[in-house]
């Protein structure tokens, strides 16, 4: 899943610096799962043991990416 800015022409020297700007305030919800934010992807990682809240964990990227008027790019 890959998000997005809408209003940054992306290949521009400002879009990774902008994601990672607003990329700043998404956190997981699990203490134990992590996110890697890169300048143009975050992964989610997600043990093993937690695979049922992965469900969960993806909507609140997906909450979090309408709250910060972000696209995220599903089929990636």
């Known amino acids: 899943m890959l998000a997005t800015c809408p209003s940054v022409i992306q290949g521009s020297g400002l879009g990774p610096a902008s994601f990672l700007v607003t ?10 799962n992590c996110l890697l934010k890169l300048a143009d992807a975050t992964y989610l990682i997600v043990p093993a043991f937690y695979t049922q809240i992965c ?9 979090w990416a309408a709250e910060n008027n972000l696209q995220l790019n599903l089929t990636a």
Request: no cysteine; proline share 5%.
């Open 23 to 32: 990329a700043a305030n998404l956190h997981p919800i699990h203490g134990d």
């Open 55 to 63: 469900l969960t964990e993806l909507a609140n990227i997906q909450d």
